[in-house]
Every structure is written in C-alpha cells, then in structure tokens.
C-alpha cells in the first residue's frame, strides 16, 4: 500500500488530506498515479487535469512525474509551494 | 550545524544572532532576512493569514538548502525559522540568518537560502480577505529568482572551464 497526502489547495479540493493506495500494476511511476487518481472522475479529473500545477514529492523529496514508486512510499500531491 | 526551526511561536532575531555568534571569534558578517506578514496582496486587504506544511518534509527540505548553501558560499553557519498556524498583519513569518568571515559571501548565500526556501519548501498560505478566504497563488517571480542562481553556477561553470587569458 503506497501512503498517500495531499495538502493545501488540494487537500480541499478533494476532501481528504490522506488516503492508502493498493497500487494496480499499470501505475509504476508518481506521474501513472496521478493519471490514476485523475480516472476517478468528479473533483479528481479537475483536480490533476493536465494544465494543472501539481508538485509531488516521494519520501518528502520533490520529483518528476517519471520517478518510480513502490509499495512502501509516502507519495504527497500538492499546488506549487507559497512559503516565505 | 544549522538549525532549522517550524514553530507557531515568534520569534526573536537578537537571540537567533546572539547564539550562531557564540564563542566565533572569527565570524566578521552576519547577513539577516525576515519575512513579515503584509496587510494586503493582490488588490485585497488580508485581516489573518493561514501557514499550512508538509511536516515531515519541511525541515528536511529546508536543511538540504542550506547545506547547498554552505558549499557554495564561504560561510560558516545558518538558521532558518519558519512559522506557521494563523498569523496576523505586522507578525513576523520567516527568519534566515547566515554567519561567516565577509559580507559578500554571507549576503548572497542569505539570498540564495530564501530564493530557494520559496520554490522548494513545503509551505502554503491561505490568506482571509474581505471578500472570504483564498489560497495564495505561487508566483511566476519566485521561481525566476530560484533560477537565476542556476544561471549563476552555470556562468561560474562555463567559466571555470575557459582557459587562462594570456597576457602579453
């Protein structure tokens, strides 16, 4: 099961601020997992349509959607960073 | 060792000076930053704003910046202290202090810590203005000030490279 967080804009959005993920086989990298997510329809289309600035982080490292993902990561979705 | 600090509480710059000075004769610069938290943004007026963060990432990320830091620049230590929770106009947000032998080094690695703590930190902000809440939008601004050091170190690079001028 892949640990999944979504904060800030996103976390509303989708009206959860975590959730854990039975990865089908087809999803090996964090940019599969948002195209899964995405296929849930309703908010979640909206939410990761393409066009959309979506940050993702595994292990609360940022990476690029070809970054691979197993069973034991945290993957975390967010809007782009606001700080300072 | 730098220290990085996520805390609701204020915080206060003479004793965060006072503490990376301590027993270093040989710190001659002292370079500061705070971030303060302003009454308006984007044509409304902002009565509280909200900081939200990615907890577990947060200090790691921030840790990993100043570590860069301290490679790139001749400095010797670094703080960074972020709030978060509800924080009004005039409040202070965020604190970066940077310590080392001269200025030059000392001011751009502060700079350098902030441009980055901007696009690479886990932070959002959630201001409640008069016409109701809204998620600050990141700026196009902030991303080209976190490139432009990358600029920076590829102009370094590329220069690094070029042979010796010969003199005649």
New interface residues.
Partial sequence: MVRVLYFARLRELLGRASESIELPPEVSTVGALRTYLMSRGGVWSDAFAEGRAVRIAVNQEMVQPATPIGSDDEVAFFPPVTGG | MPTVRIQQEDFDVGVEIARLRAGRPEIGAVATFI?VCRDRNDGATVATMT????P??TE??ILSIIGDALIRWKVDDATVI?RVGELRPMEQ??LVVVVGGHRGDAFAACEFI?DY??????????EQTANGPR????RATDDEAAARWQADAAVAQRNAEKPPIQRG
């Fill in positions: 971030g900081l939200e963060h990615y577990s990432m790691k990320a972020h947000i965020v902030m703590l901007k696009t690479q930190a886990p932070f959002w902000k959630k998620w600050v939008d990141a």
